[in-house]
């Protein structure tokens, strides 16, 4: 079974400041994918990121970029240059693919708070 | 332009009741699933639809049930309403299984609040 574990609950940062979001994953499966969304306080499910199993680089969007290391199944999502807006629970989910369908299991989420 | 919709977006019922969430998304996707958020924040999978045929089923009360009437919308029904189905309730779709790499695109949730 497909397991993903965010260990920090909650965290707080300067704005400006870089932050790291921890997700570690298990997994038996040779080909999955690893995802990152946000979810402001408004509610919705933003997607930011994703990373291949096969992706040798480790991927890039904007300020936001994913530390890969597979031997140590972590998929870290790393935010330069924190801002005020970057405040909101952030999820960390592995991907397997079951007929054409995406079945997401999530982990526990961390929450981060970005103070001025 | 909305891409994954759903009404309404907040529910409030008293148990017993029978109530369904409508969910259409325009982007042309051939996959949509509902997801189930809890008090705690967690996100489940419930079911999921690939061209109108169930999928995914994960160990969902039977009280539950999907339709999927076209690849454009999927509805949620639900029966005999209890204190614990209280949740966010999340469409999303994504495109055929090819582009692997494409996320799921989320509606914007409906909270149901049961009394």
């Known amino acids: 079974a497909q397991k993903i574990t965010q260990t920090q609950p909650g965290m707080f940062v300067q704005e400006k400041e870089a932050v790291t979001l921890d997700c570690t994953y298990d997994?038996?499966?040779?080909?999955?994918?690893l995802f990152w969304y946000k979810q402001p306080s408004s509610g919705e499910m933003i997607f930011l990121i994703y990373?291949?199993?096969?992706?040798?680089q480790n991927a890039t969007e904007g300020r936001y970029s994913l530390n890969f290391q597979k031997a140590r199944k972590s998929a870290n999502l790393v935010i330069s240059a924190s801002q005020l807006g970057d405040s909101a629970m952030y999820f960390c989910?592995?991907?397997?693919?079951?007929?054409?369908?995406?079945?997401?299991?999530f982990g526990q989420g961390t929450r981060l708070t970005i103070n001025p | 332009d909305t891409a994954v919709s759903q009404t309404p977006k907040y529910l409030v019922t008293q148990m017993g009741n029978d109530k369904s969430i409508k969910c259409e998304q325009n982007l042309g996707h051939d996959t949509m699933y509902w997801y189930k958020q809890d008090s705690k924040k967690f996100l489940k999978i419930m079911f999921s639809?690939?061209?109108?045929?169930?999928?995914i089923n994960e160990t969902v009360p039977n009280r539950f049930s999907p339709k999927s009437p076209d690849k454009a919308h999927l509805n949620l029904h639900i029966n005999s309403l209890e204190l614990g189905d209280s949740a966010v309730y999340f469409c999303?779709?994504?495109?055929?299984?090819?582009?692997?790499?494409?996320?799921?695109?989320f509606g914007n949730g409906t909270r149901l609040t049961v009394t």
């Open positions: 639809y690939n061209n109108k045929e169930l999928i």
């Open positions: 997994t038996s499966d040779q080909s999955y994918g």
């Open positions: 989910a592995m991907r397997s693919l079951i007929q054409g369908a995406q079945k997401l299991v």
């Open positions: 999303a779709s994504s495109p055929a299984w090819s582009s692997y790499n494409s996320p799921l695109h």
């Open positions: 990373q291949g199993s096969y992706d040798e």
